[in-house]
């Protein structure tokens, strides 16, 4: 396949990805979405982060007009992580909308959560402490940067499973506190 041909199709997804996001592209989160080694943008709303994709295809079109191999690849897999990246984002959209609590959430619902999330906590911990028992026991260069990809992952999971536990938690105190 050509690099025409390749810019041509990054172009078409990076469109079809467009018109999935407008429903949903001006809908703030509670927090930023994507890590920040992925996406520059600090935003909230997936809009922010398309206009980034839209940004690095330009910088990729020019790279490959200037025959700079070395960035043409960097580029290309920021742009196809990003891609993926926003894809998955829609594709969860529905499952937040139905994880997303109810406002006459009872007290029993809010310690279920609260229990499931500690139990998320827990295992994400035994998780970490099994892959870094592995890193050490590993020769290859590869499969310690393999493994070392896989604490990062899980170490981001575990930090956002802890900012879900205080939410949770103030959520309990202030339900106990009649708020």
Same mark, same amino acid.
């Given at each position: 396949?050509?690099?025409?041909? =390749?810019?041509?199709? /990054?172009?078409? #997804? *990076?469109? &079809? @990805?467009?018109? $999935?996001?407008?429903?949903?592209?001006?809908?703030? !989160?509670?927090?930023?979405?994507?890590?920040?080694?992925?996406?520059?943008?600090?935003?909230?709303?997936?809009?922010?982060?398309?206009?980034?994709?839209?940004?690095?295809?330009?910088?990729?079109?020019?790279?490959?007009?200037?025959?700079?191999?070395?960035?043409?690849?960097? =580029?290309?897999?920021? /742009?196809?992580? #990003? *891609?993926? &990246? @926003?894809?998955? $984002?829609?594709?969860?959209?529905?499952?937040?909308? !139905?994880?997303?609590?109810?406002?006459?959430?009872?007290?029993?619902?809010?310690?279920?959560?609260?229990?499931?999330?500690?139990?998320?906590?827990?295992?994400?911990?035994?998780?970490?402490?099994?892959?870094?028992?592995?890193?050490?026991?590993?020769?290859?260069?590869?499969?310690?940067?393999?493994?070392?990809?896989?604490?990062?992952?899980?170490?981001?999971?575990?930090?956002?499973?802890?900012?879900a536990l205080m939410r949770i938690e103030?959520a309990v105190e202030r339900k106990e506190?009649?708020?």
């Amino acid at each position: 396949m050509t690099t025409q041909k =390749v810019l041509h199709t /990054l172009e078409q #997804q *990076i469109n &079809a @990805l467009a018109v $999935e996001i407008e429903p949903v592209g001006h809908v703030p !989160a509670q927090q930023a979405r994507f890590d920040a080694g992925l996406f520059h943008t600090h935003g909230t709303r997936l809009r922010d982060y398309l206009a980034e994709v839209r940004q690095n295809l330009a910088q990729l079109k020019t790279v490959v007009a200037e025959g700079r191999t070395a960035q043409v690849a960097f =580029v290309a897999d920021r /742009l196809v992580t #990003q *891609i993926g &990246a @926003l894809q998955r $984002e829609l594709a969860t959209q529905a499952l937040r909308k !139905a994880v997303a609590r109810p406002q006459g959430e009872s007290k029993e619902d809010i310690y279920h959560r609260l229990a499931q999330h500690q139990d998320f906590e827990r295992r994400l911990i035994a998780m970490i402490r099994d892959r870094e028992s592995l890193l050490g026991r590993q020769e290859s260069l590869a499969q310690q940067r393999k493994i070392q990809q896989e604490l990062a992952a899980l170490e981001g999971r575990l930090q956002r499973c802890r900012q879900a536990l205080m939410r949770i938690e103030r959520a309990v105190e202030r339900k106990e506190n009649g708020f």
